[in-house]
């Protein structure tokens, strides 16, 4: 795995020095930013992304371990205009481009939960199989310039296990408008209290199984955010994608047992070939 990530750094740093003549000019995304998949060119009709993600992650929300998953990459997508609807992963869903400036995006996807079995040292145990369930993703952007240098993001993802909000703002750079680049951007979350309990919880069955204290959160602040994109292409169809991530928890969440470090950090690459 070590050997798979140096070789898609490498591949990431060739990638900012490659002059790509592939017809940017006629290839405009529905919106010009990294993470905001769009593999239609610029063209209605379907479109097709299929690759490979590596990520190095903590193992679970609140977790000191950490380890590699490979899972896979891009989408199924169909535009018209200033329309898209799409299937990436486990989430099916629709955007929508209004005024050049607001991006709206509405889409179901899957929680798979948490497993005892994700943490390899045992500090799970006890706690028993985290709630799978639906979820519902609203969100919408909102570009404060016609060249979307720089934005504001609202989100809200509410499903079976509670409801959790985000704030952000984010910036863009450089100048294709092929939704290539490199973007960075600040968030703050907020849950409720069943969204909270769902990863940081322990009610009185729990906390005799586990030998952890019983721990009930309440609705409010959950953590502060940092994110990082990056999306290039190698040639006409193979692209290259990078991503970090890092999320400072607030205190009532630092206050968990469940909480064994008081951040969660993830850093990703991969490859899409788009058809």
Do not use: C
């Amino acid at each position: 795995m070590k050997n798979i990530i140096a070789i898609l750094l490498v591949m990431l740093m060739q990638a900012s020095f490659i002059h790509t003549a592939i017809a940017q000019d006629s290839s405009t995304a529905l919106v010009p930013l990294p993470s905001i998949e769009d593999f239609s060119r610029g063209q209605d009709g379907w479109a097709f992304g299929l690759g490979l993600g590596v990520e190095y992650e903590s193992a679970y929300e609140g977790s000191d371990e950490f380890g590699f998953e490979a899972d896979p990459a891009g989408a199924v997508q169909w535009r018209k205009g200033e329309n898209m609807f799409y299937w990436a992963g486990e989430a099916l869903g629709w955007r929508g481009l209004r005024f050049g400036s607001w991006l709206f995006d509405v889409a179901v996807g899957f929680d798979e939960g948490r497993e005892e079995s994700d943490s390899d040292d045992g500090h799970l145990n006890g706690l028993g199989e985290g709630e799978e369930g639906i979820e519902f993703v609203l969100q919408l952007r909102r570009a404060f310039d016609a060249e979307w240098r720089y934005w504001l993001d609202s989100r809200l993802v509410s499903g079976e296990n509670g409801s959790l909000g985000l704030l952000a703002v984010g910036r863009r750079f450089g100048n294709q408008t092929d939704g290539t680049g490199h973007e960075i951007a600040i968030a703050a979350v907020f849950h409720d209290s069943d969204y909270a309990n769902k990863d940081f919880g322990i009610d009185a069955e729990q906390s005799a199984a586990s030998g952890l204290d019983e721990t009930n959160l309440s609705a409010g602040f959950r953590s502060l955010g940092f994110n990082y994109n990056y999306r290039q292409y190698l040639n006409k169809n193979w692209q290259v994608f990078g991503e970090a991530v890092y999320e400072r928890y607030g205190s009532n969440i630092q206050d968990s047992p469940i909480a064994r470090s008081d951040y969660e950090a993830e850093v990703g690459v991969g490859v899409i070939y788009v058809f």
